[in-house]
C-alpha cells in the first residue's frame, strides 16, 4: 500500500526493544486498521491525529509484541 502523501510504501518500523508501530496518513487510517482487523493483526491506533508544519495528519498504529510483523507487512504490499 502506498502512502497517499509521500508515494512510498507503507512501512512498518520498529524500534529498540521491539516497539513497532505505522505512521499513516489520516485518510487511509480507516482502511488500514480495517485490513489489520479483517487479518486478525494486533494492533491499535492512537486517538489522536499529529500535524506538523501545515503537513497532512497522520495517524499512528502501534502493534502488540505478539502481532506477526512480517505477516502485517506482507498484508500492507499486498495493496497497491
Given at each position: 500500500?502506498?502512502d497517499a502523501t509521500s508515494q ?7 524500534g529498540k526493544g521491539g516497539y ?61
Amino acid at each position: 500500500m502506498t502512502d497517499a502523501t509521500s508515494q512510498k510504501p507503507l512501512t512498518i518500523y520498529v524500534g529498540k526493544g521491539g516497539y513497532a508501530h505505522l505512521i499513516v496518513p489520516a485518510t487511509q487510517l480507516e482502511q488500514v486498521m480495517a485490513l489489520f482487523a479483517a487479518n486478525e493483526v494486533l494492533c491499535w491506533a492512537d486517538e489522536d491525529l499529529l500535524s506538523v508544519d501545515d503537513r497532512p495528519e497522520v495517524g499512528f498504529i502501534s502493534f502488540s509484541r505478539k502481532a506477526d510483523l512480517a505477516f502485517a507487512q506482507s498484508l500492507l504490499d499486498s495493496i497497491p
